[in-house]
Nanobody
Framework: QVQLVESGGGLVQAGGSLRLSCAAS????????MGWYRQAPGKQRELVASITNSGSTNYADSVKGRFTISRDNAKNTVYLQMNSLKPEDTAVYYCNVRARDVYSIPGDYWGQGTQVTVSS
């Protein structure tokens, strides 16, 4: 089993910054893509940003230039630096990891979610 522990959410004023972290642990053989999704009330979950094990990144258009995703492969941790936050960024943010366990079985793993609230 692979476990994900998220941290870093909270309440911030518009224009402020937050940094989310997500650490993967457990029976991990290898990790491929790590990413962040978010889900606002009444809306579908959407991709915010992702990063491959080679460092290639992908961002939603709505966050380009404001958010930065990074990872520390030695720590099996992914980060999301969020700057210039807007009220429309308010959502529950979920970490997602695509990994193979020690039996080399691929899996898609999710964190428990962390609330980000941006006040106007």
């Amino acid at each position: 089993q692979v476990q994900l522990v998220e941290s870093g959410g909270g309440l911030v004023q518009a224009g402020g910054s937050l940094r989310l972290s997500c650490a993967a642990s457990g029976s991990i053989f290898s990790i491929n893509t790590m990413g962040w999704y978010r889900q606002a009330p009444g809306k579908q979950r959407e991709l915010v940003a992702s990063i491959t094990n080679s460092g290639s990144t992908n961002y939603a258009d709505s966050v380009k230039g404001r958010f930065t995703i990074s990872r520390d492969n030695a720590k099996n941790t992914v980060y999301l630096q969020m700057n210039s936050l807007k009220p429309e960024d308010t959502a529950v943010y979920y970490c997602n990891v695509r990994a193979r366990d020690v039996y080399s079985i691929p899996g898609d793993y999710w964190g428990q979610g962390t609330q980000v609230t941006v006040s106007s």
